[in-house]
């Protein structure tokens, strides 16, 4: 039962020869970056170029490392080379009914690699949890081209630090991530969506008396009035928890289409207007004390509230103080200046030791050197 | 058995003892050779050393100002909670201070609309779902030491419990902690916002084994009770079936909320302590629960039952109330006590292995019982590939204790072997220090060191464990040569 995969000639993955060498190619680069002093921008399929502060250097391209090297589906994990195309990978976990439950976006051709640097989570996360509790283990290149195995294809490992968690959503920034393994689990049996109406105020209540009780809530989304909830679980359980839950159900299709749209940010909220998008992490279920500045017209919120996407020219300093007066903090995340803070800065002995791990990973700083912070 | 903590420090050149005493309440310093002697152990207690002092701070100023004396002094640190580790964690260092936390017991804030707990390091891990149990949540993560252990203890080890297939281990369930480092600095990792600017240092430092820093708070999520809960107790007639049933129900797309196989050899120890009903004729018996409402918990149980019957079930019972679900667990819950009944010593192992190598390993088990002489019995985390062979023995008689040794590094060098590690859930700490040279080639555990050094760049928490020193490997190696090739060839061998 046991699949090894040199992977089918399935179109979507490229498996040339160049696989066999990418490793040495790779360690060439970064020997040759290294002697020179010149940064490498480390990219998968480009699909998250906008997001980070910019950055410099020559490319180094991870997509001609691609394929699924195993997939077990009753051990619940796959592995998959860093360049493999996300969706190819989905495609196969859909074929035996299982998924990546966090349920990551794409934002254009995305690779498996690029996916766990960058560390985003969908929809699903509310209940799932973030990309990086199903990240298993890692191949790492690291700043002096060892080529390192942390973690596993086990659910349980305790064994020396949790490196491959650090990588995820390290934007490339400790070296380069040739190999994941991720936890994968059984498709949703059933999904239903339902559609309330609620102001904002409605919105965090009904999602609060929700989250306390087991109700199989898997996304919730408000923006401009609208308060849509999506079920997954038994047909049973879905069907009972929608009775409670009221408003009007979604036909199948359009469900999905809006899921997806706002997973790839395709809801007109993220692609009318030229405004900056913020992304806000903020206690979730909790009511952030009123700032008139912060209009309720220009937020969207998943995730009960935990993620608030925000559409506002408002000055950095005034939308990051929002954040973290309410418990959260702010990411500009597409648009506005990218040559300086993108994500919340960092300070003290924890800016330190973020700058001491760096060194430790990359002492020649050669690796998307400023994509996270100027001094990483 | 013995340890060698091949960290050896200066000996302290200021005056430690006289620094504590001024640092701290008269009740919170333990020192001269009688009254440490109960730290002198954790869960492991083949393992014995005692500290120069033990230390019990009361609150946060405190652990700062400690760390602050022993950073400055070189004094080593070794942090312990409630000392129920099974790898010898938080045995002490010869010339450190040992930090115990538990008197840093309280619930500082329980949210029920948040659905948190913040909590200091040494509340009980039960406490936590005591105390959120009012308002319909729980801590999930269930360790089988839960009444004992702190969740400070729980964070240091990733601790996980029978339901951590479906509801994840520490590292799933925590949101934040505060941490004091070596130096006194004091950094807060997470937050109760999702994710957190920078690195993920917050899921570095789970299972991080005491060595990167000191908890001084942690803040976890709480999920509401399920409506109900139902246990199905399958039996088998070998393990092999036992084990495709496993695979057979996670292939049916079902994430059962535990899952777990007892071997013939542990229901046979634990059916006369608790009279759960085991089948002892069965070479294996399957444990598997569903939670969640009444309408799924019936539609997973009832999905369940068709997958084992068809995986050969020689029979089957589903607990019919909540008094018969928790008898089914009491056994499995009771196997290392009732081992402890049937054998003057046990020695329990931790390694994971993905699941379809069950079967290899309980046979390559049970040709190690013949080898070195001794009985072992399997319990098993099923669902997460997690094995807890007891290897038993009687230390009074010559001989058996280096074989009760020498028989678990087998079992965890296979488990590497079989792409698994050496341990799922209790920590390397002081017993596994060698097999990590097997898991790891000496640039990763460079690496590792190196991350050590990010956080404790003196090296002073709690040294000498979780990650072997290449010294130390090159040592192990020359005793475990693999087919006639030394590892780490390129170190100088003493």
Redesign the interface.
């Known amino acids: 039962?046991?699949a090894n995969f040199p992977f089918p000639n399935s179109p979507g993955f490229r498996r040339t020869e160049s696989v066999e060498h990418c490793i040495e190619k790779w360690q060439q680069q970064i020997a040759k970056a290294a002697e020179s002093n010149s940064p490498l921008s480390i990219r998968g399929g480009g699909s998250k170029d906008f997001y980070g502060r910019e950055t410099v250097g020559d490319t180094l391209d991870s997509t001609a490392y691609s394929g699924i090297v195993s997939y077990?589906?009753?051990?619940?994990?796959v592995t998959a080379r860093a360049g493999t195309p996300l969706a190819a990978l989905q495609d196969t976990l859909a074929e035996h009914?299982q998924a990546l439950a966090f349920e990551p976006p794409h934002f254009g051709p995305a690779t498996v690699g690029g996916c766990v640097a960058a560390?985003l989570s969908g929809p699903r996360?509310m209940r799932a949890?973030?990309l990086?509790?199903f990240v298993l283990g890692t191949q790492l290149l690291?700043g002096n081209g060892?080529l390192?195995?942390?973690g596993?294809?086990?659910?349980?490992?305790?064994?020396?630090?949790?490196?491959s968690?650090?990588l995820?959503?390290?934007l490339g920034?400790?070296g380069i991530i040739t190999e994941v393994s991720l936890k994968v689990?059984?498709?949703p049996?059933y999904e239903q969506t339902q559609l309330l109406t609620a102001d904002l105020n409605e919105a965090r209540a009904l999602m609060?008396s929700w989250?306390?009780?087991?109700l199989?809530v898997s996304a919730t989304l408000w923006s401009a009035g609208e308060l849509h909830v999506r079920l997954s679980?038994?047909n049973?359980?879905v069907q009972?928890?929608a009775k409670g839950i009221g408003g009007e159900t979604l036909e199948q299709a359009s469900a999905q289409t809006l899921w997806r749209k706002l997973r790839e940010q395709e809801l007109p909220f993220f692609t009318t207007g030229d405004q900056p998008l913020w992304r806000l992490?903020?206690?979730?279920?909790?009511t952030p004390a009123k700032d008139a500045a912060i209009n309720e017209n220009e937020r969207l919120l998943e995730?009960n509230g935990?993620?608030c996407w925000l559409r506002s020219t408002l000055a950095a300093e005034k939308v990051r103080a929002f954040a973290s007066n309410?418990?959260?903090?702010a990411?500009l995340f597409r648009g506005g200046e990218r040559s300086g803070d993108i994500?919340?800065?960092?300070a003290?002995?924890?800016l330190?030791?973020?700058q001491?791990?760096k060194?430790?990973?990359d002492p020649k700083g050669i690796f998307n050197p400023g994509r996270?912070?100027p001094t990483l | 058995m013995a340890f060698t903590n091949d960290s050896h420090f200066e000996p302290c050149s200021g005056d430690l003892i006289s620094g504590l005493q001024a640092l701290l309440p008269e009740d919170s310093l333990v020192i001269g050779e009688e009254p440490v002697r109960p730290y002198e152990c954790d869960g492991l207690t083949v393992y014995r050393e005692t500290p120069l002092a033990v230390v019990i701070p009361e609150n946060e100023a405190q652990v700062i100002a400690v760390l602050q004396l022993c950073h400055e002094l070189g004094v080593p640190v070794v942090p312990r909670g409630a000392g129920t580790g099974l790898s010898g964690g938080a045995l002490p260092h010869s010339q450190g201070v040992l930090l115990s936390m538990t008197k840093m017991k309280s619930i500082v804030r329980l949210d029920?609309?948040?659905?948190?707990a913040v909590v200091q390091p040494g509340v009980r891990n039960l406490a936590i779902s005591e105390a959120a149990q009012p308002?319909?949540?729980y801590y999930a993560p269930d360790p089988s030491s839960q009444i004992a252990c702190t969740i400070g203890g729980n964070v240091a080890?990733?601790s996980?419990g029978v339901h951590?297939?479906k509801y994840?281990?520490t590292?799933?369930n925590v949101e934040r902690v505060r941490v004091v480092?070596m130096d006194g600095?004091?950094?807060?990792?997470g937050?109760?916002?999702?994710?957190?600017?920078?690195?993920?240092?917050l899921?570095?430092f789970?299972?991080?084994e005491g060595l990167?820093g000191v908890v001084t708070e942690v803040t976890v999520r709480l999920i509401?009770?399920?409506?109900s809960a139902r246990l199905i107790m399958a039996s088998f007639d070998s393990t092999t079936d036992a084990a495709d049933a496993v695979?057979?129900i996670?292939?049916a797309?079902?994430?059962p909320a535990g899952l777990e196989m007892m071997d013939q050899a542990t229901s046979a120890a634990v059916e006369p302590f608790v009279n759960a009903g085991y089948d002892l004729d069965a070479a294996a018996i399957l444990l598997a629960e569903s939670d969640?409402?009444s309408?799924?918990v019936d539609?997973?149980i009832a999905k369940m039952e068709a997958v084992l019957q068809q995986c050969g079930a020689r029979s089957m019972k589903v607990s019919t109330s909540e008094q018969q679900r928790l008898l089914f667990w009491a056994g499995r819950k009771a196997a290392f006590p009732a081992i402890g009944r049937i054998s003057p010593d046990y020695y329990c192992m931790d390694g994971?292995?993905?699941?379809?190598r069950l079967g290899e390993m309980l046979s390559a088990i049970r040709s190690m019982e013949t080898k070195y002489d001794l009985r072992c019995a399997n319990v098993f985390?099923a669902?997460?590939?997690?094995l807890h062979p007891l290897i038993m023995f009687d230390a009074n008689v010559e001989g058996e204790v280096e074989r009760a040794e020498q028989f678990g590094a087998e079992i965890l060098e296979l488990s590497v072997a079989f792409?698994?590690?050496?341990?799922?859930?209790?920590?390397?700490g002081a017993e596994?220090i060698n097999q990590?040279c097997i898991?790891?080639n000496a640039?990763?555990l460079e690496?590792?060191h190196?991350?050590k050094?990010?956080?404790d760049?003196q090296g002073l928490l709690n040294p000498g464990k979780?990650?072997p020193t290449l010294h130390r490997c090159a040592e192990y190696g020359a005793m475990i040569v693999h087919g006639g090739e030394l590892p780490f060839p390129e170190l100088p061998r003493f």
């Open positions: 039962m046991a077990e589906p009753s051990e619940l994990v009914n560390g996360r949890g973030p990086r509790d690291d060892r390192l195995n942390f596993g294809q086990v659910m349980k490992n305790v064994a020396g630090y949790d490196i968690r650090l995820a959503g390290s920034t400790l689990l059984p498709a049996e609060r989250s306390g009780k087991p199989p679980g038994a049973s359980a009972l928890a992490a903020l206690p979730a279920c909790t995730w935990g993620q309410a418990g959260g903090h990411t994500f919340t800065p960092l003290g002995a924890l330190t030791v973020h001491r791990l060194n430790e990973f996270m912070y | 029920p609309k948040a659905q948190l308002h319909g949540l080890e990733n996980g951590c297939l994840g281990l590292v799933h480092l600095d004091v950094v807060e990792l937050s109760e916002a999702p994710d957190s600017p920078g690195l993920d240092l899921a570095l789970i299972g991080s990167l509401p009770t399920p409506e695979a057979a996670i292939s797309g079902i994430i969640g409402s309408e799924e539609a997973e994971t292995i993905p699941r379809h985390h669902g997460d590939g997690n792409g698994g590690s050496i341990t799922g859930e209790h920590g390397v596994k990590m898991q790891y640039d990763e690496r590792f190196s991350i050094k990010a956080f760049p979780a990650i």
